[in-house]
């Protein structure tokens, strides 16, 4: 069974970073692309960051390009998102989600998410 | 940017059928997903690849896609299928849109 967990939500002020996690288990991780999507309190879904099976290819939205960083670690079945320069505008649920393919190209799994919240 | 439109609400009797449409102008070359949000859970993946059902999800959903518009079709809706659905594609730039979201209510 497919098992997403995040972790390294919470309360951050403006201006600060936040590096969130996902430990991944029940499949090969290292056979598929990953992304991060977040979704803002009673807002839909907003694609973050995918990145390949391989980190060969990384992408991310307008919103957080030049913010935030993508990254996974194969070795420890994990995905990673840092973020910097917060934002009140950044506060959602993040959810970690496994793809279909090694490209980036849908979200096939979910994780339950984990909250960040920006405000001093 | 691009952009996905579904209507913001759809409403169902039990046991008859919901359409959830899906417009975009990167469709006719891009395949559509469909994802199912209930209320304080995270999204399930329902329709891939225009019309591929994920095993696990019941028959009654289905999906097709002619030109800019995107299908979901809930035949025979059932209570438990009140939700919030959202579409999902990229564009020819490789930019990855989910639709506005389509609140389905069933009573």
């Known amino acids: 069974e497919v098992q997403l967990v995040e972790s390294g939500g919470g309360l951050v002020q403006p201006g600060r970073s936040l590096r969130l996690s996902c430990a991944a288990s029940?499949?090969?991780?290292?056979?598929?692309?990953m992304h991060w999507v977040r979704q803002a309190p009673g807002k839909g879904l907003e694609w973050v960051s995918g990145i390949s099976w391989n980190s060969g290819s990384i992408g991310y939205a307008d919103s957080v390009k030049g913010r935030f960083t993508i990254s996974r670690d194969n070795a420890k079945n994990s995905l990673y998102l840092q973020m910097n320069s917060l934002r009140a505008e950044d506060t959602a649920l993040y959810y970690c989600?496994?793809?279909?393919?090694?490209?980036?190209?849908?979200?096939?799994?979910w994780g339950q998410g984990t909250l960040v919240t920006v405000s001093s | 940017s691009y952009e996905l439109t579904q209507p913001p609400s759809v409403s169902v009797s039990p046991g008859q059928t919901a359409r959830i449409t899906c417009s975009g102008d990167a469709l006719p070359k891009k395949y559509a997903y469909w994802y199912q949000q209930k209320s304080g859970q995270a999204p399930v993946l329902v329709i891939y690849?225009?019309?591929k059902r994920p095993s696990g999800i019941p028959e009654r959903f289905s999906g097709s896609s002619s030109g800019t518009m995107a299908t979901l079709t809930i035949s025979g809706a059932q209570v438990e299928d009140e939700a919030d659905y959202y579409c999902?594609?990229?564009?020819?730039?490789?930019?990855?849109?989910f639709g506005t979201g389509t609140k389905v209510t069933v009573l």
């Open positions: 690849e225009d019309s």
């Open positions: 029940g499949f090969t991780f290292d056979d598929y692309a």
């Open positions: 999902y594609s990229t564009d020819s730039s490789g930019n990855h849109v």
């Open positions: 989600a496994k793809d279909g393919y090694q490209s980036a190209e849908y979200f096939q799994h």
